[in-house]
């Protein structure tokens, strides 16, 4: 009985250690089995699954260009923390902000995670969002926008249209121009193809009402324009009314401009943020200071407590 048993202990053992080397070898033979890659690569590879054609997959083209060639092209199979460190390091000699630099990585971090989850890197560096200073928002005065639009509108009159749905509705330049005419009804709108991937309908106001324009046929109110076209429009105009070397006088400042004016106008920050789409109230915080106002009951309450 004995025998017996010995033997069959014995042949577990030899079937335990076959098993144990049979998984070594095989992740040895899957790290091996990796191929290396440079970041334009993995680009190359995975940039049209994760980011949709427009500005902002251009914005990052050029950021992935960027970052590769501070790496001098160099192909690796894991992506280690000195080297990420190296990047962040180049970036800042080159005078990029913290804010800069976070978008930066933030591309880098979204293409490196694909990669690794499809088996094309087998390690990554830990990403740390680095502090970003609360900066002034810039946005139209009344008068601004009403010299601008109308600049705009001697040159394009789609334009002009797009301009003043633009600060009526606080959308995005690409939500805009991504809308058909099922999104819209007669008094609201409903964006679909946002950054966040969450669809929102807002009410329109008069403006916005008659910016919408259905006699100009296609498939939506503004198929007609690209956004190239668009800020080609818009660059001519501030050139013309003397806000050319104003670089924060972009289509962008439109949205800056509607959350202002519903910050200022005493709209809660909760709202904002539904409106404007944001994914965090943090993101709509940066225009809370803007609620001057909201303090004033605090000096009635301490008045009567110090009377």
Not at 166 to 183: M, S
Request: contains cysteine.
């Amino acid at each position: 009985m004995r025998g017996l048993q010995q033997i069959g202990s014995d042949a577990a053992d030899a079937f335990g250690r076959a098993d144990l080397n049979y998984r070594i070898n095989y992740d040895l033979t899957h790290i091996r089995s990796v191929t290396e890659h440079s970041v334009r690569d993995l680009f190359a590879k995975y940039g049209d699954i994760l980011w949709e054609s427009g500005r902002h997959k251009y914005n990052v083209t050029s950021f992935v260009g960027e970052i590769d060639e501070i790496l001098l092209g160099r192909k690796f199979s894991a992506f280690a923390q000195e080297t990420l460190d190296g990047i962040l390091g180049t970036l800042r000699e080159r005078g990029n902000s913290n804010a800069t630099i976070n978008r930066k990585m933030a591309a880098l971090s979204k293409l490196l995670r694909k990669a690794h989850k499809m088996g094309d890197v087998h390690s990554l560096p830990e990403f740390r969002r680095q502090k970003e200073r609360a900066g002034r928002i810039r946005f139209l005065e009344p008068y601004e926008e009403q010299i601008l639009f109308s600049a705009i509108g001697k040159r394009c009159a789609d334009s002009q249209r797009l301009a003043l749905f633009l600060v009526d509705t606080g959308c995005r330049l690409g939500e805009a121009l991504g809308l058909i005419w099922n999104d819209v009804s007669a008094d609201r709108v409903s964006f679909w193809l946002t950054k966040s991937g969450r669809s929102r309908t807002i009410p329109l106001t008069m403006r916005a009402k008659g910016a919408i324009d259905r006699t100009v046929g296609g498939k939506g109110p503004f198929k007609m324009l690209s956004g190239v076209e668009f800020r080609g429009v818009w660059n001519e105009a501030k050139q013309e009314v003397g806000l050319g070397q104003d670089l924060q006088v972009v289509p962008h400042i439109l949205r800056h401009t509607c959350a202002s004016r519903l910050v200022q106008g005493g709209v809660d920050i909760r709202r904002v943020q539904m409106w404007l789409g944001h994914q965090t109230l943090q993101m709509t915080m940066r225009y809370a200071h803007l609620a001057t106002n909201d303090l004033d009951p605090c000096v009635g309450v301490l008045e009567r407590a110090c009377g």
